[in-house]
């Protein structure tokens, strides 16, 4: 054999191997090489395919590592729309699904009513398209029948096979065989809160499936494969017996190298679903994964064309969710902490209880008036509830448990941090400390909220060091940050050289914020991002905004009086004009930019509300989607809204939408509008 073709061999040997082991490791969990030792093939392979460049292939693992930036992601069109699923919380309304099928199937005279129950995934849904068993592409489901081509993204999941194994099996079909594989793309759990553990706090995510959708969607292919996501399979279709059952295709997933869970049973019958509903209400605690309920399919696919669809669901597969996770334990304490605008928040310390896959010690009780409406006494018994997997709450005390002895807990007539009488506006429920300028928990606040990554974004400036800096007297505003020198700061705790001149580097960098970031983190009470773009579009500097009347003000769109009192209060406290002098002093942006050429005109002249929770997006980069696209964003409902936009779990505002006749679309025509 020539020495090319000896290279040839050993570089399709390393491929197999490689391949082989990665499926041991991040499918089967059985890893038979030391890292080191895969470490070493992978090594040789790159090396191999630098060399001699006519090695490399489509589907060689070194393409995992990513590289690639992406300036856009094209639309493409699936090959079968990709359906949501109808669902139910209700063990009831399963019932009344299999009930329905029978009734269906008997009716067009069919059998096979054999059922299968697996988890559902919290994840993203997307499709692979496989041609000859080579992963030639992977969409998103954007609308269900268009959605962006993530090929490049995808790739790097070491969980999903650049070539389909086994290929000269099942999947050949013809000349040109094309099989299409969908399933979730998945964060686990550790590699969720290692991902957050690297990011400041107002910057984290929420949940594993935001963390996974942003990441989806970054245009760096090499930050994606950074971030360790996973990919769980749940249907193939192509095959060359399109009769193959659900059931036997979830083992040919796994024959062809994919992950489905492995947790999925054959049910004769809805008592067998409902037994394993009940099975794995516990035991998805302990899966490495997020799921939020259980998948119901008909295993016969030959009835799945006879059965059809709804325009939004398939009518031969229904998803079972679990209700939000409850725990109980004990109140220790009520605590009451101070924000930055002075709001008094009452915050119940709890005995650590793990509920859906954390450990959670504390939670909000909002207001004085909530703490009254429950009832709360320290050393009840409560009960906690973790809406959406993600957010707790206390949602009732447990009266029949409640010890002996317990006494309620006084409420503040005072500041907890300065000692100020406290004062409640007229109309509001919540009650506020007064002292803006001498209190130390307020200032912590503004200066926490003038760095973070929507205003000033000033990397390296943590709660810690602001605590330091405020008890000092360093910093009595945001603008007192711009005079620190490097030889005071490395006087302080835990506080080197080469950290004094990271957050000075930060400092400068900070100053090339906009005027818009820079009006957000003053902390104007309820001027937020979106009334910032506003307020710059009409008052081009820092001076024209001053010196703008409170009707010039209620004149700008979406402002209304609420806000345009709040602005001209503020510039009328004393501390206004010192603080933007000094913000000058440092060279700050106080004059708007020129306003950048729109991407599109798709949102021009729309006000636009976002309600319910977004799957690809936070609220923050949707606004500033549409901003780029001529749109404003507005918070409220009213007949002026142009439009609404509603994820997961909308309430209120969407009703109210509804009432008015408002245009309503769903996040995936967002998508498609951007």
Not at 59 to 81: A, L, M, N, Y
Not at 83 to 96: D, R
Not at 206 to 212: Q, V
Request: proline residues 5%.
């Amino acid at each position: 054999m020539e020495g090319s073709e000896v290279l040839r061999a050993e570089a399709e040997r390393l491929r197999r191997d490689i391949e082989r082991h990665n499926q041991l490791y991040y499918v089967k969990a059985k890893p038979e090489l030391s890292d080191y030792d895969f470490d070493l093939l992978l090594e040789r392979l790159v090396q191999l395919e630098r060399e001699h460049p006519e090695l490399l292939t489509p589907d060689s693992p070194t393409q995992r590592v990513g590289g690639t930036v992406t300036k856009e992601f094209p639309s493409v069109e699936h090959r079968e729309p990709m359906l949501s699923l109808a669902n139910t919380y209700s063990i009831g309304e399963v019932e009344e699904f299999v009930g329905r099928l029978n009734r269906l199937l008997e009716a067009e005279g069919a059998e096979g009513r054999d059922l299968v129950a697996e988890l559902k995934f919290d994840g993203v849904a997307v499709s692979l398209l496989y041609r000859d068993g080579l992963l030639v592409r992977g969409a998103t489901r954007g609308d269900g029948r268009r959605g962006d081509d993530i090929t490049v993204n995808l790739k790097t999941v070491p969980s999903i096979p650049l070539r389909l194994w086994e290929f000269d099996g099942p999947f050949s079909a013809g000349e040109v065989c094309e099989v299409e594989v969908r399933g979730e793309v998945l964060m686990r759990k550790k590699d969720f809160e290692a991902l957050n553990d690297t990011r400041p706090e107002e910057d984290r995510f929420a949940n594993p499936r935001n963390a996974t959708a942003g990441t989806l969607k970054l245009q760096d292919s090499a930050e994606v494969a950074r971030r360790s996501l996973w990919f769980v399979a749940y249907n193939i279709s192509g095959l060359h017996h399109e009769e193959t059952s659900h059931g036997d295709r979830l083992k040919l997933l796994e024959t062809a190298g994919f992950s489905t869970g492995g947790h999925y049973r054959l049910c004769h019958g809805v008592e067998d679903v409902e037994a394993f509903i009940q099975l794995w209400d516990e035991g998805r605690r302990e899966l490495p994964y997020e799921t939020d309920g259980v998948v119901v399919k008909l295993n016969d696919v030959r009835q799945w064309k006879l059965l059809g669809a709804t325009s939004k669901s398939p009518r031969w597969a229904i998803a079972y969710k679990y209700p939000a996770s409850r725990a109980t334990t004990v109140l220790r304490d009520i605590v009451f902490q101070v924000g930055r605008l002075g709001t008094i928040t009452p915050v119940a310390e709890l005995e650590p209880v793990r509920i859906a896959g954390s450990t959670v010690s504390r939670s909000t009780l909002h207001n004085f008036d909530e703490m009254e409406r429950l009832g709360v006494l320290p050393g009840d018994r409560v009960v906690i509830e973790k809406s959406g997997e993600v957010i707790p709450k206390v949602i009732s005390v447990l009266l029949e448990e409640r010890p002996p002895g317990l006494s309620a807990k006084e409420l503040p007539s005072r500041c907890p941090e300065c000692g100020t009488p406290l004062v409640q506006p007229e109309g509001e429920v919540s009650w506020y400390c007064p002292n803006e300028d001498g209190c130390q928990a307020q200032i912590r606040g503004r200066v926490l909220h003038f760095a973070s990554r929507n205003a000033m974004d000033i990397e390296n400036l943590g709660e810690s060091l602001v605590e330091q800096l405020v008890a000092k007297g360093m910093v009595k505003d945001p603008g007192d940050l711009y005079f620190l020198g490097e030889e005071e700061l490395t006087a302080l705790e835990r506080m080197g050289e080469k950290s004094a001149r990271n957050l000075l580097q930060a400092l400068l960098k900070s100053r090339e914020q906009s005027f818009a970031c820079l009006l957000f983190g003053l902390g104007i009470r309820h001027v937020g991002r979106a009334t910032a773009r506003e307020l710059v579009k009409v008052c081009t500097s820092m001076e024209a905004l001053q010196e703008a009347t409170f009707e010039e003000l209620s004149e700008v769109p979406d402002i209304g009086p609420v806000i345009a009192r709040s602005i001209r209060d503020w510039f009328m406290k004393p501390s206004a004009p010192l603080l933007i002098e000094k913000l000058r002093r440092a060279g700050l942006p106080l004059v708007a930019e020129e306003p950048k050429p729109l991407v599109n005109t798709n949102f021009e002249g729309l006000t636009v509300v976002f309600t319910g929770g977004l799957l690809r997006h936070d609220r923050s980069s949707a606004g500033e989607l549409v901003v780029a696209r001529g749109g404003s964003i507005v918070s409220t409902v009213s007949k002026k809204t142009g439009m609404v936009v509603a994820g997961k779990e909308a309430g209120s505002k969407l009703e109210k939408a509804q009432k008015l006749g408002l245009r309503i679309i769903t996040e995936e025509e967002f998508e498609s509008l951007l």
